[in-house]
Nanobody, 123 residues
């Protein structure tokens, strides 16, 4: 069992930056691939970024590539999402998730989810 708690969301102007954190409980954090997803009002949850258990492999949605960076610190049981050059279309609730079976790129592949943190980007 893994419990995930996101933090770091907030209101930021377009062009600004935020860093999201996701703290995980449990001793097996390092065995999970981790992902970030987001869901805007009226839209489906979409993949943002994922990182393998070691941090050696990362994947990004085309919409955030070059602007967002996912990273993890297994010693701190934490995964991060650094978001730069934010745009109003990045506004959404951001969720972190843990995948025990591999480096998933779709929501159904993930086993555990956090409660989400709101990111709002004003124009």
């Amino acid at each position: 069992q893994v419990q995930l708690v996101e933090s770091g969301g907030g209101l930021v102007q377009a062009g600004g930056s935020l860093r999201l954190s996701c703290a995980a409980s449990g001793r097996t954090f390092s065995s999970y691939a981790m992902g970030w997803f987001r869901q805007a009002p009226g839209k489906e949850r979409e993949f943002v970024a994922a990182i393998c258990w070691s941090g050696g492999n990362t994947y990004y949605a085309d919409s955030v590539k070059g602007r967002f960076t996912i990273s993890r610190d297994n010693a701190k049981n934490t995964v991060y999402l650094q978001m730069n050059s934010l745009k109003p279309e990045d506004t959404a609730v951001y969720y972190c998730a843990a995948d025990s079976s591999g480096l998933g790129l779709v929501a159904y592949e993930y086993d555990y989810w956090g409660q989400g943190t709101q990111v709002t980007v004003s124009s």
